[in-house]
């Protein structure tokens, strides 16, 4: 089945850690998405990447790294720089139908917690 | 600037009966709007969308939305609703303006009362 496969489902950091989410997709699609949700603030979107070897930065970039090395795979690093880490991340991709007008897949989440 | 408003942040409806959630969008050019629901824990799921022509559409599980220009408004109706519908729901407007930007409204979380 085609879709998206975000791990780990959940997981545990000590301050200071880095930590890295993994994300891959098979639907063949171009663009990819980080999003960050905390209750009652809906999402945010932290970084995208339009093709392979290129990413921008989202509205809450600051204390997150990202890499697009193949079009399957976008992983997020969440580095120690990032003051309130703890969170619902969500992966998500569309396919290049144009800016915005594609849907987004969403993958299941990955539910940070840090100790 | 580009805004979705979701000014229900709690709703709760008895199993069988009607339902609308509200979507209200600022967005200068031509939108495209989608409607999302989350289980708790889980992704997000796409129960529609509006791109253009009619302007009411049908989405999945009996949902159907009604874009109204005038309004600048984007409402979630089902006639009725049953437990299963429980959920999160989210509006949320694309951009056309080759960023490949996504706003999403702050949800509103939905309680159905057997």
């Known amino acids: 089945d085609g879709g998206i496969t975000q791990s780990p489902k959940y997981l545990f950091r000590k301050e200071g850690q880095n930590v890295t989410l993994s994300c891959e997709q098979n639907?063949?699609?171009?663009?990819m998405y980080w999003y960050r949700q905390d209750p009652g603030q809906g999402l945010r979107l932290i970084y995208y990447?339009?093709?392979?070897?290129?990413?921008q930065k989202g509205d809450i970039a600051e204390g997150y790294s990202v890499s697009r090395e193949k079009k399957e795979s976008f992983p997020l690093t969440v580095t120690s720089a990032q003051k309130n880490p703890t969170a619902f991340y969500l992966c998500?991709?569309?396919?290049?139908?144009?800016?915005?007008?594609?849907?987004?897949?969403f993958g299941e989440g990955s539910r940070l917690t840090v100790l | 600037a580009q805004s979705v408003t979701q000014p229900d942040i709690h709703i709760t409806v008895s199993e069988g009966a009607s339902l609308e959630l509200r979507c209200n969008y600022s967005?200068?050019?031509?939108?495209?709007l989608f409607w999302y629901v989350q289980s708790p824990g889980q992704g997000l799921q796409l129960l529609l969308k509006y791109f253009s022509g009619d302007t009411l559409v049908q989405g999945i599980k009996g949902f159907e939305a009604e874009f109204k220009r005038s309004q600048s408004s984007f409402n979630l109706r089902k006639p009725s609703v049953h437990w299963s519908d429980a959920a999160e729901y989210f509006c949320a407007v694309g951009t056309s303006s080759g960023t490949y930007k996504y706003i999403f409204g702050t949800g509103t979380r939905l309680k159905v009362l057997a």
């Open positions: 639907l063949n699609h171009d663009a």
């Open positions: 967005y200068g050019a031509t939108p495209y």
């Open positions: 990447s339009q093709i392979v070897n290129d990413f």
């Open positions: 998500a991709s569309s396919g290049r139908q144009g800016a915005g007008t594609g849907e987004l897949f």
